[in-house]
């Protein structure tokens, strides 16, 4: 099937006609080399200012297409656009620009932050890193009173965070240098439920606050539900759906985005014995 | 706050029994007081509970309450440097700080883990591992125990490296491979989390079926997860038990303030039920 695609007047990302295969490990050393296709002529837009939800299941492509998204992998086919100029070919330079503009939240906070750096040295590592030119420290605490932290957390190694701390440090941290775009990658899958209500609730304001667009990839459709207003559904490498989650959820047209639905976990009324 | 709570069936109970029902009614896992200090500081404190064959009980709490710590106590694979008092007693053998390779047959724990890629070796082949773990299984064997979990081609498998199979396909091997042990405890350390619904749904009902014949520890975060398979829940929070209840009771009148806001956030983070419904979801 086809995906339709979700018409937006000045989409800030877009992927054309975008092909990604993987060479699997050879049985033997004769063996033929197999190709597993990740996915092929995908194209897709998104607007600047869209909250986008990504769903499927495990090995769908989605990890697969984030890493494109981020320009850490390059598509083997297609074209990746970010506000109309083309990303792939593109030098070191607009790369690192484009990686400035679009920031990342990643899934599990504890294993990407430094367990030995502190909250500080964190929140300020990219704002020196791509030299920033205003005051860094009071652009630390800035950001830290915007999730939440209170600045008394500077000194605190990352190993000694919550669960919910290291996830609002690695916001802050997407957030220090002003991007444009976030893209988060299963941000509350390691959290428990008045947590993920947080971190939803956070992400809703520092979008607003800011003007930014978020693309999340989530196995939470209830959470994509509350915070996105458009859901992009894959499965084996193509987007099935790409409308606004409220028509999705009230209408899913493919079998597969049924079956998803249908396996949401619920709180039983009567608990199996 | 409930600090120690003994939610089973107590030894007072048990006066009067013959010897052989009481070893009947001896639970499967037993811990009695378990206290545990990481450098100095006091990570689990005082916690006890009891699980008897068929059960499946679930062990809740926010990310950092020491859950996963008390599984991997009574795993025996605590981190390095630990220091740990209180019993463990895993079909009347007590194993407190015993690691499984010194533990008598009766004291071994079937254990799942929550990272299927790293509990499987990256560099062999699917098949090799599975002829490592069950030497004497015949072909028929391995297929059925395969079949058993929904993974039944196995020309295709075998060939296969772990990271060449999908997260809900190695967690369900993972599963089988701990179905193959003859312990009669089976600990699962969050093994739903990071899987998408639909994979979590068939993990799920694997674990339904592999704890038919033994006593389930179910270790998670998520409460919607555990309600699908658990009937008895056990509520931590910065070390401590604060609540164990059957899962009925706790979903319908949640005692600590802890097990209040789990409960209603995992209300309030339902699909609004009119589009749940039109969706075929039961709510």
């Not at chain 2, 391995?142 to 075998?158: H, K, N, Q, Y």
């Not at chain 2, 068939?202 to 006593?215: L, P, Q, T």
Request: glycine residues 8%; positive net charge.
């Amino acid at each position: 099937m086809s995906p339709s695609l979700h018409l937006v007047t000045e989409p800030f990302l877009h992927l054309h006609n975008v092909s990604r295969h993987l060479s699997l490990p050879r049985a033997f050393w004769r063996a033929p080399v197999e190709r597993n296709v990740l996915f092929s002529h995908l194209s897709l837009s998104i607007g600047r200012h869209e909250r986008i939800g990504l769903v499927g299941t495990s090995g769908c492509g989605k990890s697969s297409l984030l890493k494109i998204l981020l320009a850490m992998d390059a598509p083997d086919s297609g074209e990746v656009f970010c506000d109309g100029v083309q990303l792939r070919p593109g030098s070191a330079r607009s790369l690192r620009e484009y990686r400035r503009r679009v920031q990342y939240i990643p899934q599990d906070p504890a294993s990407s932050l430094p367990p030995g750096h502190t909250v500080g040295q964190i929140v300020a590592g990219p704002l020196k890193h791509l030299g920033y030119n205003g005051e860094i420290w009071s652009r630390v605490r800035e950001v830290l009173a915007q999730v939440g932290l209170n600045e008394t957390l500077l000194q605190r190694k990352a190993g000694a965070l919550s669960g919910g701390q290291a996830q609002r440090v690695a916001i802050a941290r997407a957030l220090a240098i002003s991007p444009e775009f976030l893209i988060a990658d299963e941000p509350v899958s390691g959290l428990d439920l008045p947590l993920r209500a947080q971190i939803r609730q956070l992400l809703q304001q520092v979008t607003q606050q800011n003007g930014m667009g978020l693309l999340m990839v989530t196995h939470d459709i209830s959470m994509a539900a509350g915070l996105c207003e458009r859901l992009l559904v894959m499965h084996a490498g193509q987007i099935i759906e790409d409308r606004a989650t409220q028509d999705i959820l009230r209408l899913p047209h493919h079998p597969h985005t049924r079956q998803l639905l249908q396996a949401i976990p619920h709180l039983p009324l009567t608990v199996n014995g | 706050m409930l600090s120690h709570i003994k939610w089973s069936m107590t030894m007072s109970g048990l006066k009067g029994m013959t010897a052989e029902k009481a070893k009947k009614c001896e639970p499967v896992l037993a811990v009695e007081g378990l206290t545990l200090w990481i450098a100095g500081e006091k990570r689990i404190s005082d916690v006890s509970f009891r699980i008897h064959a068929g059960e499946r009980v679930c062990l809740l709490g926010a990310s950092g309450c020491g859950k996963s710590l008390t599984a991997k106590t009574i795993t025996g694979t605590p981190p390095p440097g630990v220091r740990i008092s209180g019993s463990i007693r895993v079909n009347g053998v007590e194993v407190c700080g015993k690691h499984p390779v010194v533990r008598p047959q009766a004291g071994r724990v079937a254990t799942v883990f929550q990272d299927s890629s790293t509990a499987l070796n990256p560099l062999m082949t699917l098949g090799k591992q599975l002829r490592l773990a069950l030497p004497a299984a015949c072909d028929g064997e391995i297929t059925a125990m395969l079949e058993a979990v929904g993974l039944g081609d196995i020309p295709r498998f075998a060939a296969r490296y772990p990271a060449e199979l999908s997260g809900g396909q190695r967690q369900r091997l993972c599963i089988a491979l701990a179905m193959q042990s003859s312990s009669s405890l089976l600990v699962a350390d969050e093994p739903t989390t990071a899987l998408d619904v639909l994979t979590q749904q068939s993990v799920v009902d694997v674990m339904r079926k592999a704890s038919e014949a033994r006593a389930l520890l179910f270790i998670t975060h998520d409460i919607t997860v555990a309600a699908q398979l658990c009937q008895h829940a056990l509520v931590m929070e910065n070390g401590r038990l604060v609540e164990s209840a059957s899962m009925a009771q706790l979903l319908s009148q949640p005692q600590h303030p802890y097990t209040q806001r789990l409960v209603q956030a995992a209300k309030q983070a339902a699909l609004p039920s009119q589009i749940a419904s039109l969706c075929g979801v039961a709510v």
